[in-house]
């Protein structure tokens, strides 16, 4: 069986509990972002990396690219997102696109996972941010259907994350 690294990086705790389904559902060695340093990436067969997405970029990625680089270019490397826009393709593009470019991706298997906000988790700047946000979605006069559903989305906090949404990332690692 392949040794399996999953990395992440969480801040209010989303990307944490889908980190803990997929250890569930395959074995493997799960640490944060900032503990990468302690560990040979070398010694393992699969790496995948984790985390939520700011301004339409998952947090951590540069970071995580730059401790993979040494590697073998033929280990399979996987990444996965957590924001809380629902899926949608034009979504998952978007964010593949702003995130991994054109060389990029071939070279890393890349899911998108719908999770939510937390605001009493969320720090004071970007809470302050999705605050402002929405009351200038509020004050606006004639808003488009989806400038209505993201104010309401954005009101308060929420949690859409569901188990099944990791089952494309668990098959895709089962059949490496």
């Known amino acids: 069986m392949k040794s399996i690294l999953l990395i992440y990086r969480t801040d209010t705790g989303f990307t944490k509990k889908y980190a803990d389904w997929i250890a569930e559902k395959i074995?493997?060695?799960?640490?944060?972002?900032?503990?990468?340093?302690?560990?040979?990436?070398?010694?393992?067969?699969?790496?995948?990396?984790?985390?939520?997405?700011?301004?339409?970029?998952?947090?951590?990625?540069?970071?995580?690219?730059?401790?993979?680089?040494?590697?073998d270019k033929k280990k399979p490397v996987i990444a996965f997102a957590t924001g809380g826009a629902p899926y949608t393709e034009a979504i998952f593009s978007k964010i593949k696109a702003n995130n991994f470019p054109p060389n990029e991706q071939n070279d890393i298997a890349f899911f998108?996972?719908?999770?939510?906000?937390n605001y009493e988790k969320m720090g004071l700047l970007d809470k302050a941010i999705m605050k402002s946000y929405n009351k200038v979605l509020s004050l606006k006069n004639?808003?488009?259907?989806?400038?209505?559903?993201?104010?309401?989305?954005i009101s308060s906090s929420y949690d859409h994350?569901?188990?099944?949404?990791?089952?494309p990332l668990v098959e895709y690692v089962r059949n490496l």
């Open 112 to 117: 998108y996972f719908e999770s939510g906000i």
């Open 142 to 153: 004639n808003k488009s259907e989806v400038e209505k559903g993201t104010s309401q989305a």
């Open 27 to 71: 074995p493997c060695k799960m640490v944060l972002l900032d503990e990468i340093g302690q560990l040979d990436m070398a010694s393992f067969d699969v790496i995948i990396y984790g985390a939520g997405i700011h301004a339409g970029h998952i947090k951590g990625l540069k970071d995580f690219k730059e401790s993979i680089e040494a590697l």
């Open 161 to 167: 994350c569901d188990i099944e949404n990791i089952i």
